[in-house]
Structures are given as C-alpha cells and as structure tokens.
C-alpha cells in the first residue's frame, strides 16, 4: 500500500484547509486510514481515523467539531478537512494505514499503523 498525502500549505487562523490521501495497491485489505500531526520538537500525535468500510470516525478532542475526516471509495482517497484553524494546528500532517481491526478501542498510537503517506506541511498564521 502507497499513500500520499497534499494539501498542505500556509493558512491564517482562523480559516480553512483541506488535506487528502491518495491510497494505492492493495487498498482492500485495509481497514483504517487515519491522520497524524507532528508539531517541531513534539512527538506525533493522532488527529483523526475512519473505518473505511463503515465510515465511523473518531477525532482527538482537540480538533472536535473543527476537523472532518472522510472518504472517497471510488478515488480510494481520505480527506481532512481543517476548520478553524489555529497556530497550534500547524505540524506535518501524515496519513496512515493499516488492516488490523481492534476491538478495544480506536488506534490511536503510530505504531499501530503499518502504512504511511510522506507527510505534508501546514503552517498556521497569526
């Protein structure tokens, strides 16, 4: 599985920016795409899945109800779309994969994901 992510760019705070992930080859096996963030000298962190069979989302608590992740079956591509931006928004975004299903929980951790994009710079604006 390749991914690939853009979108990225130069956004003020406040405004809006849509990333997508362009998955190819063996995209059927896979069960959650996801996207990642990772801040200069921070570690990364989970911003937001979705299972791509059903759709069901799940979102770190600080981008709720300012990010929407979702999928495009046929052009086997994820989408965030940022909202609402804010100086703390601004990291490398990276899209990731993987096939396995938990039943515990959302995977929320990097290692539990197999596959991943080349990441994509957004930089927020005050």
């Known amino acids: 599985v390749q991914l690939q992510a853009s979108g990225g760019g130069v956004v003020q705070a406040g405004g809006s920016l849509r990333l997508s992930c362009a998955a190819s080859g063996r995209t059927g096996s896979m069960t959650y795409m996801a996207w990642f963030r990772q801040a200069p000298g921070k570690e990364r962190e989970f911003v937001a899945g979705?299972?791509?069979?059903?759709?069901?989302?799940y979102y770190v608590d600080s981008v709720k109800g300012r990010f929407l992740i979702s999928r495009d079956s046929a052009k086997n591509t994820v989408y965030l779309q940022m909202n609402s931006v804010n100086v703390d928004d601004t990291a490398v975004y990276y899209c990731?994969?993987?096939?396995?299903?938990?039943?515990?929980?959302?995977?929320?951790?990097?290692?539990?994901?197999?596959?991943w994009g080349q990441g994509t710079l957004v930089t927020v604006s005050s």
């Open positions: 990731a994969s993987d096939r396995t299903w938990y039943s515990g929980g959302w995977p929320s951790e990097s290692r539990q994901y197999s596959y």
């Open positions: 979705i299972r791509r069979s059903v759709g069901s989302t």
